[in-house]
């Protein structure tokens, strides 16, 4: 089964019109090659994958390589090669720019350093995830929210061997891909933390606890959570402040960025175990936030809350807007005095309350409760 991801495509094709080169970022097993195929066929001499022994031996001399070829140029697992971005530079400054570069990497913090470093004005940065709901469909809400957004576990032919994918995606992630991407850490160790991390989702971080629980100090897991950060597995949703004369939290809150894996991680054997565990609610939101923030693509998203109480899941500033949005998996969501008062504060536009119902209704002016089906259609 293939699914067309054409919002990703469309977002490539602009950033390759506009810039002399795109950075597509992104975990394993995501897609970024497939998209890529799509612009470039695998046969075509213009396409290079640094995995392949023998592609990667060509690459001693880069520049002789690279710079007679015409048109658009894909090079995948470019971090391979960290000394080849001053090679694209070079290409890339020429008056007449004969070709473009389209560069995939597995998330790397070394990636984004050196493309930020050497190609600073030349390339546009582009993080490329699992499906979406508007890639497959709110019919299949369900399943994507249980098994999570990698194609391998989505499109698996039975829950088992979706599961039995994930178990290997992480064990090889921790055992080959960290080690790969230059971050050294004990795979027992992180594996440990991680699955510590998964009771973590949709809270306010504190280094504190899991530092005691691992035996090590704070600055160790806080480092850990950078490193899965950084590799796109967990999303660090900061707080937003202002100058309210009300004490807010200035703490991050952690989110899976795939529930298929905190699915995995936290022992759920399936679609129908999910909906009876206690993390259920707390995964749902966590869903739902991660589908808004890929498919709306804001400027900025924070989160709020104060010490008073008040809170708001989501606030999302694009095009000057303010846009608040609450996350709550119930039948009938109410107006609760937290909303009135984030409306007042961050002085939102609109306040969205994001629920797994069919239905559209207002709860105040400018509150309105919208099933995340609608959301995704907008």
Not at 34 to 46: H, I, K
Not at 191 to 200: E, K, V
């Amino acid at each position: 089964m293939q699914i067309d991801r054409l919002r990703l495509r469309k977002a490539v094709s602009a950033a390759l019109h506009r810039s002399r080169g795109v950075v597509l970022v992104g975990p394993r097993q995501v897609g970024k090659t497939t998209l890529a195929r799509s612009f470039v066929p695998a046969d075509s001499p213009n396409y290079f994958d640094l995995e392949d022994p023998r592609v990667e031996a060509q690459f001693e001399a880069p520049l002789t390589l690279l710079e007679g070829l015409r048109g658009l140029v894909v090079i995948d697992e470019v971090q391979r090669a960290p000394e080849l971005f001053k090679v694209l530079r070079v290409l890339m400054d020429r008056d007449a720019a004969p070709a473009r570069f389209l560069l995939l990497g597995s998330a790397s913090p070394a990636l984004l350093r050196q493309s930020s470093e050497s190609l600073a004005g030349r390339v546009e940065v582009l993080e490329i995830g699992g499906f979406t709901l508007d890639e497959i469909g709110t019919k299949a809400e369900r399943t994507l929210w249980s098994r999570g957004g990698f194609p391998r576990s989505y499109l698996a032919a039975s829950e088992a061997e979706s599961r039995r994918w994930r178990e290997s995606f992480i064990r090889l992630f921790l055992e080959r891909d960290l080690p790969q991407l230059g971050i050294a850490a004990a795979a027992a160790a992180m594996r440990r933390f991680w699955t510590m991390l998964a009771h973590y989702h949709g809270q306010v971080w504190n280094a504190a606890e899991p530092a005691r629980s691992l035996g090590v100090n704070e600055s160790t897991v806080r480092r850990y959570l950078d490193w899965l950060t950084q590799t796109f597995m967990v999303r660090q949703l900061l707080p937003w402040h202002e100058n309210l004369g009300k004490r807010q939290v200035k703490a991050p809150k952690i989110y899976f960025r795939d529930t298929g894996l905190l699915h995995e991680l936290l022992g759920v054997p399936d679609a129908d175990g999910l909906l009876t565990h206690p993390k259920s609610g707390a995964s749902w939101e966590g869903f739902a936030l991660e589908q808004m923030l890929r498919i709306a693509a804001p400027d900025e998203a924070y989160f709020w809350a104060t010490h008073a109480g008040a809170e708001l899941d989501l606030l999302m500033l694009k095009d000057g807007r303010r846009v608040g949005v609450e996350f709550k998996r119930m039948d009938a969501p109410r107006l609760v005095p937290s909303m009135r008062t984030a409306m007042k504060d961050l002085r939102l536009e609109i306040l969205y309350v994001v629920y797994p119902g069919p239905r559209r209704y207002s709860l105040a002016d400018r509150i309105e409760a919208v099933p995340l089906s609608a959301l995704v259609a907008q």
